[in-house]
């Protein structure tokens, strides 16, 4: 018998009651976020996770978190701004421009079908983006998380056929599977 796939809420609920290390603090990462936000902008953060990209740029940026698994906004967000829903719906349920959007660590963990789609709500949302994405597997729980796995090259194609690419980086700081895009409409 089919084993019947796990709904994406479900799966990082479980993944943030079971594993508190998960997405652990990367200062490269976090540097990078904190310079590209600069300061004085409306910002925000799609996937925000445990919000340590929040933390890190919250004192100068008005930052606002989406992220989907409500045991993690129960756990880590209580001090945040922040909405508990999918990207894709909060994308296109408000109406709020934001100076810039970014969404690390996340875009993989897509499943292929709703990719493209939530690449079109993203663009709703601002006309500066960040995207950091990672190639390879991800498993938690014997649960694979990286659904949407693809090369530095195919997330350009993938990336380049919805924004503008300002900026690639192929291979961040000591992570080679680690990718930066930045992007605008």
Not at 62 to 81: A, F, I, P
Request: charged letters at 25%; one cysteine or more; aromatic letters at 12%.
């Amino acid at each position: 018998m089919a084993k019947t796939p796990m709904k994406e809420k479900d799966k990082y609920d479980l993944i943030y009651s079971q594993i508190n290390s998960y997405a652990s603090s990367h200062k490269p990462k976090i540097d990078y976020v904190s310079n590209w936000a600069g300061s004085g902008n409306s910002i925000v953060d799609l996937g925000c996770g445990r919000g340590m990209y929040i933390r890190s740029i919250l004192e100068s940026n008005d930052v606002v978190g989406v992220e989907l698994s409500t045991v993690c906004c129960e756990k880590y967000l209580q001090d945040l701004k922040h909405y508990n829903e999918s990207i894709i719906d909060f994308c296109n349920k408000y109406d709020t421009k934001f100076d810039k959007a970014y969404s690390c660590d996340v875009l993989e963990h897509i499943p292929p079908e709703e990719l493209i789609p939530l690449l079109e709500a993203i663009k709703r949302v601002s006309d500066d983006f960040l995207f950091l994405v990672c190639t390879g597997s991800d498993i938690k729980n014997n649960i694979e998380l990286h659904l949407s796995n693809h090369s530095y090259e195919e997330w350009e194609k993938i990336l380049g056929s919805h924004f503008n690419i300002n900026k690639g980086i192929k291979g961040f700081s000591q992570w080679p599977y680690i990718h930066i895009f930045e992007c605008s409409n």
